[in-house]
C-alpha cells in the first residue's frame, strides 16, 4: 500500500497539484470511503476515523460533502452479502446475475 500511495502521490507532484488540493482529495476520498462503509452513519464513521463527530461534519462542510447526497447514494446500492452470494452467469449470455 505505501508504494501505491508514494506512485499516486508522485503523479499527482508531476501533475501539477498543490499541496493543499492533493490534502483535500485525500480528505475527500478517505472520508467518503468510510461513509460509505458505514452506510453513511456518522457517528460511527467519526468513530472509526478517530474523530469526534462534529470534526466530521465540519470537514464533510469545509470539503463540499452532502451528506444527505451520501447517504441516498448508500441505500441505493444493494448489501455485499447479496453480492457475494450471487453468482455471474459465465455461459457466454449476457452476464447475468443469477
Known amino acids: 500500500m505505501k508504494v501505491e500511495l508514494e506512485n499516486l502521490t508522485r503523479q499527482m507532484y508531476r501533475s ?29 464513521a467519526a468513530r472509526r476515523l478517530g474523530v469526534h463527530r462534529n470534526t466530521l461534519r465540519r470537514a464533510l462542510h469545509d470539503l463540499g460533502l452532502d451528506i444527505h447526497l451520501i447517504r441516498a447514494a448508500a441505500r441505493r446500492k444493494p448489501p455485499r452479502s447479496t453480492l457475494a452470494n450471487s453468482r455471474v452467469d459465465r455461459s457466454g449470455g449476457k452476464g447475468s446475475i443469477r
Open 16 to 44: 501539477g497539484i498543490k499541496y493543499p488540493e492533493a490534502v483535500r482529495a485525500f480528505q475527500r476520498t478517505f472520508i467518503l470511503t468510510v461513509l460509505e462503509d458505514l452506510g453513511a452513519n456518522q457517528c460511527r
